[in-house]
Nanobody, 121 residues
Framework: QVQLVESGGGLVQAGGSLRLSCAAS????????MGWFRQAPGKEREFVAA????????YYADSVKGRFAISRDNAKNTVYLQMASLKPEDTANYYC??????????????WGQGTQVTVSS
C-alpha cells in the first residue's frame, strides 16, 4: 500500500515557476514508477510526466516538455515536479501517482488527492 500527499500548489503569474512535491508512505515506494497527471475544469485527466523507480528514465507530455522536470529522492520517499514558464493553460488540479510501470498504462495503482495550480495571465 502506498499513500501519496501532494503539496506546493498555488497561484502564480504566467511565466513563473512552482515546484510540486509528493510525499509517499509505504515500503514499496522505491519499487514504483511515479508520475503526475492533471485535470483542468471541464477537461479529462491527462498525463504530465513520469519517472522510473530508479530515476533513470523520464517521460513528458508534449505540452510540458522543456518546461517541466520530474525527479525523485528515494531516500526521502518524495517525488517532485519542477514547473517553469507556466502558462494559463497549465491551470489544473495536479495529481501524484504511483504505478507498476513508467509507461503509466492501464489502471493506475495509487493516486494522491491532488493540489491546485492556478496560473494567471
Amino acid at each position: 500500500q502506498v499513500q501519496l500527499v501532494e503539496s506546493g500548489g498555488g497561484l502564480v503569474q504566467a511565466g513563473g515557476s512552482l515546484r510540486l512535491s509528493c510525499a509517499a508512505s509505504g515500503r514499496t515506494f522505491r519499487t514504483k514508477a511515479m508520475g503526475w497527471f492533471r485535470q483542468a475544469p471541464g477537461k479529462e485527466r491527462e498525463f504530465v510526466a513520469a519517472i522510473s523507480w530508479d530515476g533513470i528514465s523520464t517521460y513528458y507530455a508534449d505540452s510540458v516538455k522543456g518546461r517541466f522536470a520530474i525527479s525523485r529522492d528515494n531516500a526521502k520517499n518524495t517525488v517532485y515536479l519542477q514547473m517553469a514558464s507556466l502558462k494559463p493553460e497549465d491551470t489544473a488540479n495536479y495529481y501524484c501517482v504511483a504505478h507498476k510501470t513508467v509507461t503509466m498504462m492501464g489502471t493506475i495503482d495509487y493516486w494522491g488527492q491532488g493540489t491546485q495550480v492556478t496560473v494567471s495571465s
